[in-house]
């Protein structure tokens, strides 16, 4: 199956229900496919070939959902970026994959502005209310805008294992990587979800986390295939996240678990009519079990459904189905709300030790997997890609132990990564930035518990010789270069060296020790 009947069937099938729902303005099915297939012949025609990369740079709209489904109709490979990431992140990813166009909004058109002289090979800049040198998105549309419901000419893809998306993830070099995605990835990915949840009837979905997340981008597949309603606020906000809910009647929605801890703490929560939400997914990094009960008495007419995964594998790998939130009954059961669930059905998970021997129950061991929505490989990166998925399987970096019953219990992280707000933050891209300061020494980099972002990042250092450097100093050095959520929001300066192993190496688990000491699991 290729991603381009997606949008074919809602189009075919629900032309008149809603497909958009974004600053009070709705618009159908059969609006959103006449957008589409404008905007598709528009990049044909200037020349976009299939194969070819296209940077989406946007922050929730329709039309990041429009450019999308451009892409896949005439077989582009789309390479959505993260809207919080430094103007030095997006040069590097944009020409890593070598993109043809970049497309971007109106409110990031003067970012781009800023570092466009630095980007390769983009022929093509497209903006929405287009200023200077950029082409106007509208214009684009306009020119090819037509009456007639008929499809774009057929891309000329020849197999559902083409590349069809890079999604880049931090890296443990400290470069970000492209994950390769292709059509069948995502097909399955979408599958595996829907079969593991039923289909919602008519669903009103609000995409709260950012649509070029993958934790997100699912729903893109899942509520076009059902030709419901994409309920789109163009950056979380806590109070219009609630009165988006309560005008529009959204049926379901996914939380990262900081955004379900803002809006359940926030003063107004009880004001507004939140009834209409049935169906609650939150994933992205751990959620406290402490968290999840009060959610689950304050939406008691909610589903809750955990899902875990990472971009490499599409990313679904398991779910904590609904009937699996029990809060009281057998303590085998009730124990189970800080598991991850179990896999979902058409992927492999299993938890092996250093063997390669699947782990017995309570013991600890990485989680691997392997089934058709996992990666084609890392762009450009042939020795990771072989690393990663030796011996047939991906090896997710994860640790976790198994019970009795098959439900995985994520312990710690073998890859030396922090998850920050739902965010994935590699140590060693923040301490290549630290240690191009003048003042630096050494520097070390630790995620710490954190009762707003689940964890927090810490920078520990020490001084070169006479120099001098404040906390204060080190953080505005790494916000100028760095994504905010990268940024250190606490820095230790020591005047001694930090603790090394025999062979000189920082010993970042004895300086992790003494926060997570206590804690019944080393991930937040």
């Known amino acids: 199956m290729l991603l381009n009947q997606v949008l074919r069937r809602a189009v075919r099938y629900s032309p008149d229900k809603p497909a958009t729902v974004f600053e009070g303005r709705h618009q159908t099915w059969r609006e959103t496919g006449r957008r589409v297939r404008a905007l598709a012949e528009a990049l044909r025609a200037a020349g976009i070939r299939p194969g070819e990369r296209v940077a989406i740079y946007e922050f929730n709209s329709p039309q990041f959902l429009e450019t999308v489904f451009a892409c896949f109709e005439i077989g582009a490979v789309i390479v959505p970026l993260n809207t919080r990431l430094a103007a030095d992140e997006l040069v590097f990813i944009i020409n890593d994959a070598e993109c043809a166009a970049l497309i971007t909004d109106e409110v990031l058109q003067a970012n781009v502005a800023g570092f466009r002289a630095r980007l390769e090979g983009i022929r093509h800049f497209i903006a929405a209310g287009a200023a200077d040198d950029f082409t106007d998105y509208e214009t684009m549309i306009a020119q090819h805008l037509t009456d007639a419901d008929r499809p774009v000419k057929p891309a000329d893809i020849s197999s559902e294992d083409e590349l069809v998306g890079l999604f880049y993830t931090s890296g443990t070099t400290g470069l970000p990587k492209g994950v390769m995605l292709s059509h069948r990835n995502l097909w399955m990915n979408a599958m595996h979800s829907l079969v593991m949840r039923s289909a919602e009837p008519n669903p009103v979905y609000l995409h709260t986390a950012p649509m070029f997340h993958l934790a997100d981008f699912p729903a893109i597949i899942n509520v076009t295939l059902l030709g419901g309603a994409h309920a789109m606020i163009r950056k979380f906000d806590v109070k219009a996240v609630m009165e988006l809910i309560e005008r529009e009647r959204v049926t379901s929605t996914m939380f990262v678990p900081t955004m379900l801890n803002f809006i359940i703490n926030h003063p107004d929560f009880g004001r507004h009519d939140l009834s209409s939400l049935k169906r609650i997914g939150y994933g992205a990094s751990p959620m406290p079990v402490e968290l999840l009960r009060r959610a689950m008495q304050l939406f008691p007419g909610c589903e809750f459904n955990q899902g875990y995964g990472q971009t490499e594998s599409s990313p679904l790998l398991t779910t904590l189905l609904f009937e699996d939130h029990v809060t009281d009954g057998p303590e085998e059961r009730v124990r189970r709300l800080a598991s991850c669930g179990r896999p979902v059905i058409g992927v492999e998970v299993e938890v092996v030790n250093e063997q390669g021997e699947l782990v017995k129950p309570g013991e600890v061991g990485e989680v691997i997997a392997r089934g058709p929505n996992v990666m084609l490989g890392y762009w450009k990166r042939p020795e990771e890609t072989e690393s990663t998925l030796r011996g047939g399987w991906l090896h997710t970096g994860d640790m976790a132990m198994v019970d009795e019953a098959g439900y995985i219990f994520l312990v710690d992280r073998k890859k030396d990564m922090i998850i920050s707000g739902g965010e994935n933050v590699y140590s060693t891209e923040v ?94």
């Not at 810490?458 to 120099?467: F, Q």
């Not at 230790?492 to 020790?513: D, Y």
């Open 431 to 524: 301490e290549n930035v630290i240690y191009t300061h003048p003042a630096i020494h050494e520097a070390a980099v630790i995620g710490v518990p954190d009762d707003k972002w689940g964890e927090a990042v810490r920078a520990i250092v020490t001084l070169k010789a006479g120099a001098n450097l404040t906390e204060r100093e080190l953080i505005d050095y790494c916000a100028a270069r760095l994504a905010d959520y990268k940024v250190p929001k606490s820095v230790e300066i020591r005047a001694s060296e930090l603790p090394k192993s025999g062979t000189g190496k920082i010993l970042k688990k004895e300086l992790r020790e003494p926060y997570w000491a206590g804690q019944t699991r080393r991930v937040h």
